[in-house]
Nanobody, 132 residues
Framework: EVQLVESGGGLVQAGGSLRLSCAASGFTFDDYAIGWFRQAPGKEREGVSCISSSDGSTYYADSVKGRFTISSDNAKNTVYLQMNSLKPEDTAVYYC?????????????????????????WGQGTQVTVSS
């Protein structure tokens, strides 16, 4: 079974940076997507970004475009989320997720890229807190 372990969360001041990691294991799929989601207290979980294993294509929520960058190291089966220019509203628990239905380049999937129901396996989450 697919296992995902997030790390890299913490406390940072507004304007600062953090890099989250998502280590994946136990999978045999060749074509999949890994996404980052977040959930703030009292709010619904929202998609942040995702990356395709097939061609490295990426997709971002408008709220993080230009500030967050997703990348992958296939040799390590690890996906990263570099978060710059952090804002207090970025405070949330961040989850990575593994999706087997989002195959091929992400450009063809549109908003489904960040639809949580497209993802089958989830990590436990890592807390990110941005102080003002």
């Amino acid at each position: 079974e697919v296992q995902l372990v997030e790390s890299g969360g913490g406390l940072v001041q507004a304007g600062g940076s953090l890099r989250l990691s998502c280590a994946a294991s136990g999978f045999t799929f060749d074509d999949y997507a890994i996404g980052w989601f977040r959930q703030a207290p009292g709010k619904e979980r929202e998609g942040v970004s995702c990356i395709s294993s097939s061609d490295g294509s990426t997709y971002y929520a408008d709220s993080v475009k230009g500030r967050f960058t997703i990348s992958s190291d296939n040799a390590k089966n690890t996906v990263y989320l570099q978060m710059n220019s952090l804002k207090p509203e970025d405070t949330a628990v961040y989850y990575c997720a593994f999706g087997t239905s989002l195959v091929g380049p992400l450009t063809g999937w549109g908003a489904r890229n960040l639809g949580q129901y497209e993802y089958d396996y989830w990590g436990q989450g890592t807390q990110v807190t941005v102080s003002s």
